[in-house]
C-alpha cells in the first residue's frame, strides 16, 4: 500500500512513523511535511487547502491511501474531492468535518443525541457583548468566562480567564475582525482527549490522553495549540471511558449517520470530567496535537491497515487494537515569543534523533535544520509509568538546542504524583 499523508506537523510526523511499521505500507509520501518527515517519506510541496492540487498528487504518486492530518483541509472538502477520484480517503465529508468547522452544528447534534456539553451562546453584535457576558462566567456563578473565536482557531481563538476585563477585551478584538465569538459555560474537572476512528455507526477508541494548552508551568500564561501530553490516563476509571464512548461518541456518530453526515475518520472528543460525568467540551474531526504524538507511540496493531479500513467501510472487521504496554508523554519545545508572532530561522541541533518529532522546522540550503514556526519540535518518551516516560522525554528534550526556545517543565507531573482524581 502507497500512503499519501496531508500536513507538516509533528501529528503527521507521528502518524508516518506509525505508518511505517505496518508491514502493509510499502512507500509513503507526504505534503508538505517538515524537514523531519523527509527522512520518512517523499516530500511534496502542494497547498494541501486546494482539493484539485491533492488529488492531482495522489494520483501522480499512485497513492492507495491518502491520510488528511489537518481540520482546514477537510473542512474544505478535500477528503470529498479524494474519494470522488476513487481513491481511499482517511478523514470526513466536508459535510461531517461540521462537527469541529461549525460549533451551532456541533451543538445541534450533541442536542439531539443527548450529550452533556457546555452551554453556549454566539455573539455577533458588539452591542450584545455585555449583557452576554453577564450570563457567563463568575457573574452567572461560574469559575471563569470562556471566550472562543466561533471559527477555525488552532486552539488559540480561546481565552479562559477569571477576569472580566480580559474576556470582554479578546471578545471585542474577536467581533472587530468580524469573527462571531462563541461564550460558554466554564467544565470543572480534568480534561480528556479521546479520539475514536469511526466509520459510521462504527466507532473504535484509541488510548485516551490528556493535553496541557496554556504555554506555562502550572498552566499559566495563554491558551496554546497544545504544550504537551501524555497517555493512557492512569487517573481515568474504566467505566468513565465506557460511558465516553457508549454514551457520547456511538450516540453523536449514530446522529451523524441518521442526519445524512455519515463520519468517516477520526473524531475526537473533547471532554471535562465534571462532577455530574464526562461533558463534551468540544468534537474535532482529526487526530488533536500533540496528543497523537503520545498514543501512536503506543499502537502495536499495524495503522495503515486500520486506516484504510475505516476509509473503506470495512473498520467492524478489524481484530481488536493491540497497545504496547506503559506510558507515553509529549513535551513540545516551541520558538521564543509562541504563542505570540513566534521567533523563526533559528538553527536546531539534536533533533535528527529518535523520539524527536518535527513540527515547525524547514531544511536549509546548507543542510542545517531551522526554526519556521511557533511549535517546532514535539519529543516523545516512552516508560514502564509515567516518571519513566517523564523522564525519557525530559532527557530527550534536553539533548536538543534551539536558542530562545521555551517548553514545560510539568507535563504529565499531576498525573505521576498522583494528584488528579475524578
Ligand atoms: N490538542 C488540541 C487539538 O489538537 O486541537
Redesign the pocket.
Known amino acids: 500500500m502507497h500512503v499519501l499523508v496531508i500536513g507538516s506537523g509533528a501529528r503527521e510526523h507521528a502518524l508516518l512513523l506509525a505508518l511505517k511499521r505496518d508491514p502493509q505500507v510499502e512507500t509513503l509520501s507526504v505534503a508538505p511535511g517538515n524537514a523531519g518527515t523527509a527522512a520518512l517519506a517523499d516530500q511534496h510541496d502542494v497547498d494541501v487547502t486546494s482539493a484539485d492540487a491533492v488529488v492531482a498528487l495522489a494520483r501522480k504518486v499512485g497513492a492507495d491511501l491518502v491520510v488528511i492530518g489537518p481540520e482546514v483541509p477537510l473542512v474544505l472538502g478535500v477528503a470529498d474531492a479524494v474519494r470522488a477520484a476513487g481513491i481511499a480517503c482517511f478523514g470526513p465529508s466536508q459535510d461531517a468535518a461540521r462537527i469541529e468547522g461549525s460549533k451551532a452544528f456541533a451543538k445541534d447534534v450533541m442536542s439531539a443525541a443527548g450529550v452533556r456539553t457546555a452551554t453556549s451562546e454566539i455573539v455577533d453584535n458588539p452591542g450584545h457583548l455585555d449583557a452576554a457576558l453577564d450570563r457567563f462566567g463568575p457573574a452567572a456563578g461560574q469559575r471563569a468566562w470562556v471566550v472562543k473565536d466561533d471559527g477555525l482557531a488552532?486552539?488559540k481563538g480561546v481565552v479562559v480567564t477569571e477576569d472580566r476585563a480580559v474576556a470582554r477585551a479578546h471578545a471585542a478584538g474577536l467581533l472587530d475582525e468580524g469573527h462571531p465569538v462563541l461564550l460558554e459555560s466554564f467544565l470543572d474537572g480534568p480534561e480528556v482527549?479521546l479520539f475514536c476512528v469511526v466509520d459510521g455507526e462504527t466507532v473504535v477508541p484509541l488510548l485516551p490522553a490528556q493535553?496541557f494548552?496554556r504555554v506555562g508551568d502550572n498552566d499559566s500564561g495563554p491558551n496554546t495549540?497544545?504544550m504537551g501530553?501524555y497517555s493512557p490516563l492512569p487517573w481515568l476509571p474504566e467505566e468513565i471511558l465506557t460511558q465516553i464512548v457508549e454514551e457520547i461518541v456511538k450516540p453523536v456518530a449514530a446522529e451523524l449517520v441518521q442526519r445524512g453526515s455519515s463520519f468517516s475518520g477520526l473524531l475526537?472528543a473533547?471532554l471535562a470530567i465534571t462532577s455530574a460525568g464526562p461533558s463534551v467540551v468540544e468534537f474535532?474531526c482529526r487526530f488533536?496535537?500533540?496528543?497523537t504524538q503520545s498514543v501512536l507511540a503506543l499502537l502495536d496493531s499495524p495503522l495503515g491497515q486500520v486506516l484504510h479500513a475505516a476509509a473503506t467501510g470495512t473498520l467492524a472487521d478489524i481484530a481488536p487494537l493491540q497497545w504496547r504496554p506503559g506510558s507515553a508523554v509529549t513535551v513540545v519545545i516551541a520558538a521564543e515569543n509562541y504563542p505570540g508572532r513566534p521567533r523563526v530561522g533559528d538553527v536546531i541541533t539534536g533533533s535528527d534523533t529518535e523520539g524527536v518529532l518535527h513540527a515547525g522546522t524547514a531544511r536549509r540550503d546548507d543542510g542545517a535544520v531551522v526554526s519556521s514556526g511557533g511549535r517546532v519540535l514535539a519529543v516523545v518518551g516512552t516508560g514502564a509509568d509515567l516518571a519513566a516516560a517523564r523522564s525519557d522525554a525530559y532527557a530527550r528534550v534536553n539533548s536538543v538546542r534551539l536558542p530562545g526556545s521555551h517548553f514545560r517543565s510539568d507535563i504529565a507531573l499531576r498525573a505521576e504524583r498522583g494528584e488528579i482524581t475524578v
Open positions: 488552532a486552539g482527549s493535553d494548552k495549540g497544545g501530553a475526537y473533547g474535532n488533536g496535537d500533540p496528543e
